[in-house]
C-alpha cells in the first residue's frame, strides 16, 4: 500500500475513486485499488458513464439482450449504470460493514436533466434507490436552488444522499441546512439514523480555473499573485463552516440518535493546468472527517510522490479568508464566478448524458 495514501487515510480522510466502468470491475481492478490504494468507496457521473460505455465490449452482451428485448433508451441506461454500481456496491460492502456503514458507498447520479425540477429529482432518486438495492448506495443530487428541498425530502425517505455541483459557501451553508431539516424529517419518518450517509461535494479544480482565466484578463501584479489560489481558500473556508455547522446543539440532538455528520467531499480533484502541482489538491485539502474523490491520474499521483504532513485545513482559515478578500479587491466577482460554474456544470453533465443516451441508442440498433 502506498505510504502516502495510508497517511491520508490515518489522518482521517476517506479515499473514494471517481470513475467506475464494467472492465474496471470484472478484472477485479476495484478490488485491488481497495487493497493496495486504500480505496474506501466509488463516485460517478454521466461523463464517467458514457466514457466507459465508448470504450471496449464490456457491456455489449446485456445491450444486445437489452436491444432484443426492445426497451427503451431510456429503461436501458438505467439497467446498464444500476448493474455497475450494484456490483461495485458488492465489492466494496466489507467496507461498508468494516466501517460501520460510513464508508463502502457508491453514488449514483439522478437524471442531470432534472436538476432544475425538484419534484422529479426526489421521484427519480427514489426509482434508483429501489432499483439498484443496495445500503451502501448513495444518491446523487444537484446543489442547486431546485435541488435543495429535494435533498431534505430524500433523506426524510431514509435514503443516503452524496450532493454535488456545490462551488460557493452560500449555497454550502444551504446544503448542510437541506441535510439537517432531512435528517430531523427521517427521525420523525421512524428511520434509523445511523444507516443514513450523505457527503457534499464540493468541487475545487474548476473553481482555480474559472478564477485564474478572470485573474489573468485583469493582468496586474496583484491578479498575478492570485493565480491559483482560490480553489484551496474556498474549500478550507467550506471546512470551517463545516466545524460550525456540526458542533452546534441542533446537530447534537441528532447525533444523540445516531446520526453522523455530512462529510464535506473534494470533488474535482484532477488538475487540470500543468503548471500546477498534480497532487495539490490532495495535499492542500487534508482535514478529519472528509472524503476526496480522485480520478485515477490523481491518485496514482498521489501513490507515487504525495506527501501528506497531516491537516492541512485548520490552521489556515485567516490565510484562506485573506485570499478570498484579496481576490475581491483585484475585481474577482466569485458570486458570479460560483454562478457560472453551476450552471456550466449543470450543462456539462446535460450534455455528458445525451452523448451517453445517443451512444447507447446506436449501440442498441447495432448489437440487437
Known amino acids: 500500500m502506498?505510504?502516502?495514501?495510508k497517511d491520508l487515510a490515518e489522518a482521517g480522510q476517506s479515499i473514494w475513486l471517481d470513475d467506475i466502468s464494467r472492465d474496471r470491475l470484472r478484472t477485479g481492478n476495484l478490488a485491488e485499488l481497495m487493497s493496495t490504494h486504500h480505496v474506501t468507496g466509488v463516485t460517478s457521473n454521466p461523463t464517467i458513464f458514457d466514457k466507459a460505455l465508448a470504450e471496449g465490449d464490456a457491456y455489449d452482451e446485456q445491450v444486445h439482450a437489452l436491444g432484443v428485448r426492445g426497451v427503451s433508451v431510456g429503461e436501458a441506461v438505467r439497467m446498464l449504470t444500476a448493474y455497475d454500481i450494484r456490483w461495485a456496491a458488492d465489492t466494496l460492502r466489507p467496507v461498508y460493514d468494516a466501517t460501520d456503514r460510513v464508508d463502502g458507498r457508491?453514488?449514483?447520479e439522478v437524471d442531470p436533466r432534472l436538476a432544475r425540477e425538484t419534484e422529479r429529482t426526489i421521484a427519480e432518486a427514489r426509482s434508483l434507490w429501489w432499483l439498484v438495492d443496495r445500503p451502501n448506495l448513495m444518491i446523487k443530487i444537484p446543489a442547486t436552488v431546485e435541488g435543495l428541498p429535494a435533498i431534505t425530502q430524500v433523506l426524510g425517505h431514509g435514503i443516503s444522499v452524496n450532493v454535488t455541483l456545490i462551488f460557493s459557501l452560500e449555497r454550502y451553508r444551504e446544503v448542510m441546512e437541506a441535510f439537517l431539516e432531512g435528517m430531523e424529517l427521517a427521525r420523525a419518518n421512524g428511520h434509523d439514523l445511523s444507516r443514513i450517509q450523505?457527503?457534499?461535494?464540493?468541487?475545487v479544480s474548476r473553481v482555480d480555473s474559472e478564477v485564474d482565466k478572470r485573474l489573468k484578463a485583469i493582468g496586474t501584479d496583484e491578479a498575478e499573485r492570485l493565480l491559483g489560489r482560490a480553489a484551496i481558500a474556498n474549500a478550507r473556508l467550506a471546512y470551517q463552516d463545516?466545524?460550525?455547522?456540526?458542533s452546534a446543539d441542533r446537530w447534537k440532538v441528532l447525533a444523540a440518535e445516531g446520526a453522523t455528520p455530512q462529510r464535506p467531499l473534494w470533488a474535482s480533484t484532477g488538475v487540470k493546468d500543468p503548471s500546477y502541482s498534480d497532487t495539490r489538491y490532495v495535499t492542500d485539502l487534508v482535514a478529519p472527517g472528509t472524503v476526496n474523490t480522485m480520478p485515477q491520474a490523481t491518485l496514482d499521483a498521489t501513490a507515487d510522490h504525495g506527501e501528506i504532513t497531516g491537516d492541512?485545513?485548520?490552521a489556515h482559515y485567516a490565510e484562506a479568508q485573506a485570499d478570498m478578500d484579496a481576490l475581491r479587491e483585484a475585481g474577482v466577482d466569485m458570486a458570479d464566478v460560483v454562478l457560472h460554474l453551476e450552471n456550466e456544470g449543470v450543462v456539462k453533465f446535460v450534455d455528458s448524458w445525451e452523448s451517453?443516451?445517443?451512444?447507447?441508442?446506436m449501440k442498441l440498433d447495432e448489437l440487437a
Open 312 to 314: 492541512t485545513v485548520r
Open 106 to 108: 457508491v453514488s449514483l
Open 356 to 361: 451517453l443516451l445517443g451512444r447507447l441508442t
Open 242 to 246: 463545516y466545524e460550525q455547522v456540526f
Open 2 to 5: 502506498s505510504t502516502a495514501l
Open 198 to 203: 450523505s457527503v457534499a461535494s464540493f468541487f
